[in-house]
């Protein structure tokens, strides 16, 4: 955008300048989130008297250094697996031992949802691709796969688990890897900031350097408009409107998945609706600015 705008004062023999863009060093990061700490742990004496039906080995790893240190994908798969296994075990057990399980598997039931919670406000690779400040969209990136692991990582939810999708750790691993890798939302919140910045100035660069022109009385004046629908189509035809198609298709794919998450509020939107809407705005009034320009000067335009 800065280039399309030294060649448009190039032709206007005016001055442009880019000043101050820091789009998304202006915005201060988010509060961290703070995990919760899951409910008490099971005493040695409750241990024993467990029943034998799978579900003491699964507690058991908790009590290992490598359990103590889990992260909190990891942290909710386990409390996911245990609590399914507690709800099997209701089903061959006694009615005896089913009334003493029943207080354990609410708890762990409570224990899934906050560690639910903890893994979608806490983990860094989802922090990562919402709130990375210096992350931005090259040309040739396709972001299908990244936004497909946001619908994957969606489905590992509590809820969507216990209608009857298997909570498999290694494809949760694998979908938190490809969002950090991606950081599909802070690309797109970045990318619309910089546009929500420099965008207007360079449409009101362009109404004020080419409100004088007169193609109808100067030759010269309708030769410029010339030269100016040439840099309009190299640079905001072929370049910038494809890579704004980008960033719309990529937003309204990502907005509907990220509403299902349960992102504290102490973390803010990723993106306030409101930016989005300047942003359709800010690209249909630069368009607005150079038809009017065009239209006046009876320049046509090339599409490709």
Not at 5 to 12: P, T
Not at 37 to 66: H, M, S, V, W
Not at 208 to 232: M, R, W
Request: glycine share 2%; with cysteine.
């Amino acid at each position: 955008m800065d280039e399309y705008g030294q060649r448009i004062a190039y032709i206007l023999e005016a001055d442009w300048q880019v000043t101050a863009i820091a789009a998304a060093d202006s915005m201060a990061p988010p509060k961290k989130a703070q995990p919760v700490t899951a409910t008490r742990q099971i005493k040695l004496n409750e241990f024993y008297q467990l029943p034998d039906c799978g579900i003491k080995p699964i507690i058991a790893e908790r009590n290992t250094t490598l359990g103590k240190l889990q992260a909190p994908s990891q942290r909710y798969l386990y409390d996911f697996r245990l609590y399914q296994a507690l709800k099997d075990c209701l089903t061959r057990t006694s009615d005896e031992v089913q009334a003493s399980l029943l207080p354990l598997l609410e708890q762990k039931q409570r224990d899934v949802q906050q560690n639910w919670l903890n893994l979608v406000n806490t983990s860094p690779e989802i922090s990562v691709a919402l709130w990375s400040r210096q992350a931005y969209f090259s040309a040739e990136e396709d972001h299908r796969f990244a936004i497909q692991s946001w619908k994957q990582l969606s489905q590992h939810s509590p809820e969507s688990a216990e209608s009857g999708k298997t909570v498999e750790t290694r494809r949760l691993e694998d979908s938190l890897n490809n969002i950090a890798n991606a950081k599909t939302p802070a690309k797109i919140k970045n990318d619309i900031r910089i546009f929500n910045q420099i965008l207007p100035r360079l449409t009101d660069f362009i109404a004020i350097e080419t409100a004088y022109l007169d193609c109808e009385s100067h030759p010269g004046h309708k030769q410029k408009a010339q030269y100016l629908s040439n840099v309009f189509n190299l640079f905001f035809i072929q370049k910038i409107q494809p890579h704004v198609g980008k960033i719309n298709a990529w937003y309204y794919q990502i907005t509907p998945i990220l509403a299902q998450l349960p992102l504290a509020e102490s973390r803010g939107n990723w993106l306030a609706p409101e930016e989005h809407l300047t942003f359709l705005q800010q690209i249909k009034e630069h368009v607005t600015v150079w038809q009017n320009l065009f239209k006046r000067c009876e320049v046509a335009v090339r599409t490709s």
